[in-house]
């Protein structure tokens, strides 16, 4: 129940709004929500959607909207490769499909140990230094442009050791 387990920060986030705006709170609400678990269930949408006074489907299309927003849990890394159009045509399917691959996974998958997840998503906005991907993780927001699969294989290498550590 976030209402209960964040009311004092609710309190704070509510405050920044006009009660009659209070709808553009769903991006910070989703966060708090998304925070610990790393994913937002459809009890906490729910909950949000009574919170804002907006219903559970609005809250729902926001988080299928943005990559950074979860509805199932995954991977303790998620590498969200683009492969919207001008990556894929600097060969951005083909790395991920390669990369995949080389992880033992499909796209949307996460690897035995947990610890990777592979996605497919739209543009991250660096499409002229393709093939790139974004790395979500506890410790934020990094981003691979200009990749290769060893490359990235090497990225995936690294956060396994930190992860590890
Ligand atoms: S299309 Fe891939 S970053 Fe823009």
Redesign the pocket.
């Known amino acids: 129940m976030i209402a209960e387990k964040y009311a004092a920060e609710i309190e704070i986030i509510l405050a920044k709004y006009p009660p009659d705006q209070k709808r553009s709170a769903v991006m910070a609400l989703l966060y708090l929500a998304q925070r610990d678990g790393g994913y937002v269930t459809k009890g906490d949408m729910v909950e949000i959607s009574e919170i804002l006074g907006i219903t559970p489907t609005e809250v729902a299309s926001i988080v299928g909207f943005y990559t950074l927003y979860h509805d199932q849990p995954e991977g303790v890394i998620r590498i969200q490769v683009?492969?919207?159009?001008?990556?894929a045509l600097r060969g951005?399917d083909e790395f991920l499909e390669k990369l995949c691959e080389n992880l033992g996974i499909q796209v949307g998958e996460t690897t035995p140990d947990g610890l990777v997840t592979i996605e497919a998503v739209?543009?991250?906005?660096?499409?002229d230094?393709?093939p790139?991907f974004q790395v979500q993780s506890a410790d934020g927001l990094s981003y691979y442009e200009d990749q290769t699969v060893s490359s990235a294989l090497e990225v995936v290498e690294t956060l396994r050791k930190q992860d590890a550590s």
Do not use: E, T, W
């Open positions: 683009c492969n919207d159009l001008p990556c951005a739209m543009c991250l906005a660096a499409c230094k393709a790139m």
